[in-house]
Nanobody, 126 residues
Framework: QVQLVESGGGLVQAGGSLRLSCAASGSIFTWYRMGWHRQAPGKEREYVAGISRGGVVTNYADSVKGRFTISRDNAKNTVYLQLNSLKPEDTGVYYC???????????????????WGQGTQVTVSS
């Protein structure tokens, strides 16, 4: 099964940017469509963005559309989330997740992923 390790979180001022990375190991990365999720203090985990196995198809939650960009480098077994124009409400722990599927060009929208990383903290100050 795949193991996932996120990195790149930190403290940033509103309007700033961060790039999160999620390194995968232990399995064939291209077998998995990938997603990013977040959980703010006192709130439920929510879906942020997803990407297909090939990296061509992407999907975003309305709250981040136009500000965040998900991408993947299959040669490096890594998925990224570029966070731009950050707002205080983007604060939370960001998790990447993997879903093994035979579908090459679909995105899994939502929380129903099989494998999860430990998360990386993003804090946006006003």
């Amino acid at each position: 099964q795949v193991q996932l390790v996120e990195s790149g979180g930190g403290l940033v001022q509103a309007g700033g940017s961060l790039r999160l990375s999620c390194a995968a190991s232990g399995s064939i990365f291209t077998w998995y469509r990938m997603g990013w999720h977040r959980q703010a203090p006192g709130k439920e985990r929510e879906y942020v963005a997803g990407i297909s196995r090939g990296g061509v198809v992407t999907n975003y939650a309305d709250s981040v559309k136009g500000r965040f960009t998900i991408s993947r480098d299959n040669a490096k077994n890594t998925v990224y989330l570029q966070l731009n124009s950050l707002k205080p409400e983007d604060t939370g722990v960001y998790y990447c997740a993997a879903d093994r599927t035979s579908e090459y060009s679909t995105v899994l929208v939502g929380l129903n992923y099989d494998y999860w990383g430990q998360g990386t903290q993003v804090t946006v100050s006003s």
